[in-house]
């Protein structure tokens, strides 16, 4: 805990777009495939997107295929979430995770466990 920052959160209309941010430290950054992850009540963590160390590999959960986008800025040790076309069923505490076994080709990991680090999570609310 403590180790990843998100921002971005916050209520947004159906059709909506917001943006999170997942910042950490250039020690963890640099070494980590980067996921998002969500939870709603009574629900179990689900995965999102991650992204490989070098940003060229990506992968999505089926229910945000192409409304949602991760990238990364290595410079700034910073990843981020683009959300788009958000529906009521995005409502959800997201959280951003990092995974500092993969290496440097490994395909991005959707598996929580791969995760060690996590940031505090953000609330996402979407009205109808």
């Known amino acids: 805990q403590g180790h990843l920052v998100e921002s971005g959160g916050g209520l947004v209309q159906a059709g909506g777009s917001l943006r999170l941010s997942c910042s950490t430290s250039?020690?963890?950054?640099?070494?980590?495939?980067m996921g998002w992850f969500r939870q709603a009540p009574g629900k179990e963590r689900e995965f999102v997107a991650s992204?490989?160390?070098?940003?060229?590999?990506?992968n999505y959960g089926d229910s945000v295929k192409g409304r949602f986008t991760i990238s990364r800025d290595n410079a700034k040790n910073t990843a981020f979430l683009q959300m788009n076309s958000l529906e009521p069923e995005d409502t959800a505490v997201y959280y951003c995770a990092a995974d500092t076994s993969a290496i440097l080709t490994s395909p991005p990991a959707t598996d929580s466990r791969s995760y060690e680090y996590w940031g505090q999570g953000t609330q996402i609310t979407v009205s109808s």
């Open positions: 992204i490989s160390r070098n940003g060229r590999m990506t």
């Open positions: 250039g020690r963890i950054f640099i070494r980590a495939t």
